[in-house]
């Protein structure tokens, strides 16, 4: 189980918005920690998507949004293409832990 | 470029050890903290353990707590994780992960080592 939430899966047809929540508690997301999302295709290298809650790295389209408000997060996608399809899992601190920690990982398949 | 490289997973008996390796290159390693993160098969991404950029703090899961150590030479560029009395549990692919300046999330990732304990 993991400590932050989110949805097993989401689809949406090409040029589609889609948005992909993540949901934690007072100890993570609820408390400040900011929350970061990374893309993952399997047999490749996690990338990171969005820091900081709304912040691109050079590189990632503007199709890449993401929001915090309260005890969650969403990323947002907009204009869906084929190359979206994959694995997306957010992340964040949890104070009581003392750990980083992950969301379950959210597969998006564009139809 | 940056690059980073795991190497060392492969089957071990339940109760076994393994050292796992990841070489970073295209980066001034010693300046940043690293991690290994693992997935199961079927399951979320899970931080295991942390080490700061001189290697002096290091930081653990409470699920590996006692039984992972981590470690890194500076002078190697390499990131090193120890896993002994490994459990059916710890079957997952283990990623190695460079941090931000911001200690709170990853830039980088490797592609991983797959870890399966079987007997």
């Known amino acids: 189980q993991s400590v932050l939430t989110q949805p097993p899966s989401v689809s949406g047809a090409p040029g589609q918005r889609v948005t992909i929540s993540c949901t934690g508690s007072s100890t993570n997301i609820g408390a400040g920690y900011d929350v970061h999302w990374y893309k993952y295709v399997a047999g490749t290298a996690p990338k990171l998507l969005i820091y900081g809650n709304n912040n691109r790295p050079s590189g990632v389209p503007d199709r890449f949004s993401g929001s915090k408000s309260g005890t969650s997060a969403s990323l947002a996608i907009s204009g869906l293409q084929a190359e979206d399809e994959a694995d997306y899992h957010c992340q964040s601190y949890d104070r009581s832990l003392s750990a980083l920690v992950f969301g379950g990982g959210t597969k998006l398949t564009v139809l | 470029e940056v690059q980073l490289l795991e190497s060392g997973g492969g089957l071990v008996q339940p109760g076994g050890s393994l050292r796992l390796s990841c070489a970073a290159s295209?980066?001034?390693?010693?300046?940043?903290?690293m991690s290994w993160v693992r997935q199961a098969p079927g399951k979320g991404l899970e931080w295991v353990s942390a080490?700061?950029?001189?290697?002096?703090?290091?930081y653990y899961a409470d699920s590996v707590r006692g039984r992972f150590t981590i470690s890194r030479d500076n002078s190697k560029n390499t990131l090193y994780l120890q896993m002994s009395s490994l459990t059916a549990e710890d079957t997952a692919v283990y990623y190695c992960?460079?941090?931000?300046?911001?200690?709170?999330?990853?830039?980088?990732w490797g592609q991983g080592t797959l870890v399966t304990v079987s007997s």
């Open positions: 992960a460079k941090h931000t300046t911001n200690w709170y999330y990853f830039d980088y």
């Open positions: 295209g980066f001034t390693f010693s300046n940043y903290a």
């Open positions: 080490i700061s950029d001189s290697g002096g703090t290091t």
